[in-house]
């Protein structure tokens, strides 16, 4: 395959079970390298845990996890941080440490790297910073940000290091419909701003606007398994598909979730 189509991660019929609690019964996707994909799917569906298998700090039960086509689970610690060097993750809370400043946090995986230059760290810092339209705010500290701010200064430390994959969890979880709409413009503008590197963006979220925009391909997760998968336009057409025309329970499922109503297949969860 070529370097456009071949993936960067593929999962194969993986499980994974905390105790009594079955979260994935075997799902099997596959990320393409360059590409955005989005997963999508209710609160405790599994699309968290799905992103730290991908990247080692789970084990699944069984099925298999590949980066470039090496067994994740078989690395040993070497291999895994020499694989997460090539990523980084934005958090659902942002995780700034709030005893540095911005400009410390956004240089911190510079300097945990081994990185020694400080003129070239904060240029760097300066350059990121900027791309998230964060512009002088080195020297303020994360509780002079508001949230969305601080949101924009997580991404700016998670491509400080121009990573090839980023994973973002829940990016607009607690922000407001003007501010996620800003944060989906982000992750765009991100991928943009890093298009030399065909940087892979998968983003794990229940906020069909930023599915929609952001995404080459979604995944759809319930129940512990892909119940959908296509570009936004097919989950935008089953959106708008009279009711009497949909062809699967699986696409019920889907026009539920894209549309938000309580009545449907899924059930809404109660605790």
Do not use: W
Request: net charge negative; proline share 3%; hydrophobic share 40%.
């Amino acid at each position: 395959m070529s370097q456009q189509t071949a993936n960067i991660i593929e999962m194969k019929d993986v499980y994974k079970s905390f105790g009594t609690l079955h979260v994935l019964r075997g799902i099997s996707l596959e990320v393409k390298k360059g590409e955005t994909l989005v997963i999508i799917g209710q609160s405790g569906t599994g699309k968290s845990v799905t992103l730290r298998l991908m990247i080692g700090l789970l084990v699944q039960d069984s099925g298999d996890v590949f980066f470039e086509g090496n067994s994740v689970k078989d690395m040993d610690e070497f291999a895994l941080v020499s694989m997460r060097k090539r990523m980084s993750m934005l958090f659902q809370g942002g995780a700034l440490f709030d005893s540095l400043t911005v400009g410390e946090n956004v240089a911190f995986g510079l300097r945990a790297q081994g990185e020694k230059d400080e003129a070239k760290i904060r240029s760097i810092v300066t350059e990121r910073l900027g791309q998230v339209g964060l512009p002088g705010t080195e020297d303020k500290m994360p509780s002079e940000l508001s949230g969305g701010m601080k949101k924009r200064a997580a991404l700016a430390r998670s491509i400080a290091e121009m990573p090839e994959l980023i994973l973002y969890d829940e990016p607009t979880t607690g922000l407001d419909p003007i501010m996620s709409d800003a944060i989906a413009d982000l992750i765009l503008e991100t991928r943009a701003a890093l298009k030399d590197m065909n940087v892979t963006s998968i983003v794990v979220t229940h906020d069909m606007h930023v599915a929609t925009k952001t995404a080459d391909r979604i995944v759809m997760l319930h129940g512990g398994n892909v119940v959908g998968e296509g570009p936004p336009e097919y989950f935008e057409e089953i959106r708008e598909r009279d009711k009497n025309n949909l062809k699967s329970k699986q696409e019920e499922m889907i026009r539920q979730f894209v549309r938000g109503e309580a009545v449907g297949p899924i059930m809404p969860q109660t605790s």
